[in-house]
């Protein structure tokens, strides 16, 4: 009597630990993957997607970098900044004053300096410069980008121009870069193209020519080390450049960016600027599409992914922008450069090539973790075969059904064992 009432009493010890055991496996296949491109690319949660992880080939060399968001300086023992510096000093201009903020009455109204910040200018007055790239140089054709990113929780957004097959030009913060190296990567992975948008957003002609040039080589720095490759396009904040900090991006090899058409999706504040502002801009320009103004030299909108509201209101009038415009690609293939990086191992197709269909070409997966290292053929639109986004869309999509496959099992397993422990019982 006393044998056989022990018996149960051990089956239902095993079977709770069973039980205990499935439940501690679902548990560990749900959470993701917080250490590769295409793990973090796959968590929807924007919570999630926003908790802090640590990624050691980017927090293991942080140190080699200006702290985040102050204003870059050339770290004392940076012998190869301070070596690039040394080298293009000398091409700087002196005679162009540090600005203040607004540009004050005492400036020049014929704008010497070519300052966009006091007239728009986009075509500098110092020999040797080329001019801003501000409009989409095709005709009926939008040069799409979006400024300020990283941003954390990008993924809905990105898996939104994942969907419609869409590549845009995305201006990456240094500092945003240091604190989301997987979100940066998953541009990459995706087909985007991407540019510096220095390393603490500063209004760039207030800093004296070396903080200028800090600025954008830690930018520059941090992509290469995040992402692996090195940009050859900037953005200023603002907006706000002039020929001495201009002339400080072309001796880094930098093509200047910026914008004839601003959404404003980045200044809203409840009271000059609100929601609706944003609403207006973006229908006022898209009602100056349709009026032909872009029939003969495309277009640069400025947007954000700064935050939910930006990345909302692209994803809600992309539809508009679409049937509005022939086209609609990153700002790199409106101007056919196929070499948008320093790296000659992954080019961007040409803008031919883009609206025929080939939206990534050699887009090879640089990202320090990636083992891979295969380099991926072309990407089509009618034909989405091996690509860098279908092999990143490939990945994530693989994964994601792995992991259902496992909460399938796990949950079976669950059950069973739960149905047969009540009946032991
Ligand atoms: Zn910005």
């Not at 692209?314 to 450069?337: D, E």
Request: proline content about 7%; some cysteine; charged content about 15%.
């Amino acid at each position: 009597m006393q044998l056989s009432k022990k018996i149960p009493s051990l089956q239902k010890l095993v079977l709770a630990l069973i039980v205990l055991g499935k439940l501690h496996l679902v548990d560990a296949q749900s959470s993701p993957d917080r250490s590769t491109e295409a793990g973090e690319a796959a968590i929807t949660d924007p919570n999630q997607e926003c908790s802090s992880y640590d990624y050691p080939p980017v927090s293991s060399q942080i140190g080699s970098f200006p702290p985040q968001w102050e204003k870059a300086t050339i770290l004392a023992n940076d012998s190869a900044a301070q070596a690039k510096w040394a080298s293009i000093n000398g091409s700087i201009p002196t005679n162009i004053s540090v600005k203040t903020q607004p540009p004050p009455s005492s400036y020049s109204s014929d704008d010497p300096d070519c300052w966009w910040t006091y007239n728009l200018c986009t075509t500098p007055k110092l020999s040797g410069l080329s001019p801003d790239v501000s409009a989409a140089p095709e005709p009926s054709t939008l040069g799409y980008g979006f400024d300020d990113g990283p941003n954390c929780s990008h993924n809905a957004f990105y898996d939104f121009l994942q969907s419609q097959n869409q590549k845009a030009t995305f201006y990456f913060i240094g500092s945003n870069v240091a604190d989301w190296p997987l979100e940066a990567q998953r541009a990459l992975a995706d087909g985007h193209e991407i540019c510096a948008h220095t390393w603490s957003h500063p209004y760039m002609t207030t800093f004296a020519s070396e903080n200028v040039f800090a600025e954008l080589w830690y930018c520059m720095q941090m992509i290469k080390l995040a992402v692996g490759v090195t940009p050859t396009c900037w953005r200023p904040p603002y907006g706000d450049v002039d020929d001495r900090v201009r002339s400080i991006a072309h001796a880094l090899g930098l093509q200047t960016i910026m914008w004839e058409y601003d959404t404003e999706d980045a200044s809203v504040n409840g009271k000059s600027v609100t929601d609706q502002t944003v609403v207006t801009n973006y229908q006022d320009f898209i009602n100056t599409a349709k009026n032909g103004t872009f029939n003969s030299t495309g277009a640069i909108l400025l947007t954000h992914e700064l935050n939910n509201f930006t990345m909302s209101e692209a994803v809600s009038f992309y539809p508009q922008l679409k049937s509005t415009f022939q086209h609609i690609v990153p700002v790199g293939v409106s101007l056919n450069k196929t070499q948008p990086y320093v790296e000659s191992n992954y080019s961007l197709p040409t803008f031919e090539q883009y609206i025929a269909g080939t939206v990534t070409t050699n887009g090879t997966r640089i990202s320090p973790n990636d083992t891979s290292g295969s380099s991926t053929p072309s990407d089509s639109a009618s034909a989405p075969s091996p690509s860098a986004s279908a092999t990143r869309s490939g990945a994530a999509s693989s994964n994601a059904a792995s992991e259902t496959k496992m909460h399938v099992y796990g949950t079976f397993w669950l059950v069973v064992s739960l149905l047969t422990l009540c009946s032991l019982w």
